[in-house]
């Protein structure tokens, strides 16, 4: 299996740019969950689904944050407009209950630099 | 609500020492999960193990070895004869039943650096 796979791995854009992270999760993976790590917070969760479907968007900072999930292979994480404070690095991670609780596998993430 | 802590921040060894990484975690729950993540320099996540709080079976994996405590509310992670490739950020983590079992609170993470 490929993994979990984000584009961009990196990303550089100026203070109010739209910014659009991908990822494609793991085939056959139920959860989908988006992390953003820094230094100052750690890592953090922003928001995951179940079969496509948002279960828990609290973590989300701000209205500026949305994500979605249109179909079990592919999800977005937009920022709008984005801020200097937004630069971290974002991960997606997916999983499988299945028969029981399963480790979550991580993407390679993709550092976003917003300046 | 459920907590994660990683007293050490860095931890500075030299090849071939064991090292112990500490872990304490804060939960209400009876069922919960727990496990250790690896970050290398390259900054993946890599999964290292989960144990449920039904399992106190200590674990060992190669050079890993894994150490829960339920009495102490611990799981720490000892690595033997530790290498430079060791040499990376390593997070505890919990799952419980506020979280349904599916979403991750971590530790502030411990950097291992292991110097020839």
Not at chain 2, 34 to 54: H, T
Not at chain 2, 93 to 106: H, I, M, Q, R
Request: proline share 4%; with cysteine; charged share 20%.
């Amino acid at each position: 299996d490929a993994g979990v796979i984000q584009s961009p791995r990196h990303e550089v854009t100026e203070m109010g740019q739209e910014v659009t992270l991908r990822c494609k999760p793991i085939s056959g993976h139920d959860y989908l969950f988006w992390y953003r790590q820094t230094m100052m917070r750690g890592l953090e969760l922003l928001i995951y689904f179940n079969n496509n479907v948002p279960i828990d968007d609290s973590g989300m900072p701000e209205d500026r944050f949305s994500a979605k999930m249109p179909n079990a292979s592919f999800s977005t994480l937009k920022i709008q407009p984005s801020e200097p404070r937004d630069s971290a690095v974002y991960f997606c991670a997916s999983s499988s209950r299945g028969s029981g609780n399963t480790e979550a596998f991580f993407g390679q993430g993709t550092r976003l630099t917003v300046v | 609500a459920q907590k994660v802590t990683q007293a050490q921040t860095e931890i500075s060894v030299v090849e071939k020492e064991d090292v112990t990484l500490d872990c304490v975690y804060e939960t209400r729950d009876t069922t919960y999960y727990l496990f250790w993540y690896k970050q290398p320099p390259s900054g993946e996540l890599v999964f290292l193990i989960r144990r449920n709080s039904f399992d106190e079976q200590n674990e060992i994996s190669g050079r890993y070895s894994w150490n829960f405590q339920k009495s102490t509310s611990s799981f720490n992670f000892t690595i033997t004869a530790s290498q430079v490739v060791d040499s990376a950020v390593y997070f505890c983590a919990l799952s419980d039943l506020v979280s349904g079992y599916s979403t991750l609170t971590f530790g502030k993470g411990t950097m291992l650096l292991v110097s020839p």
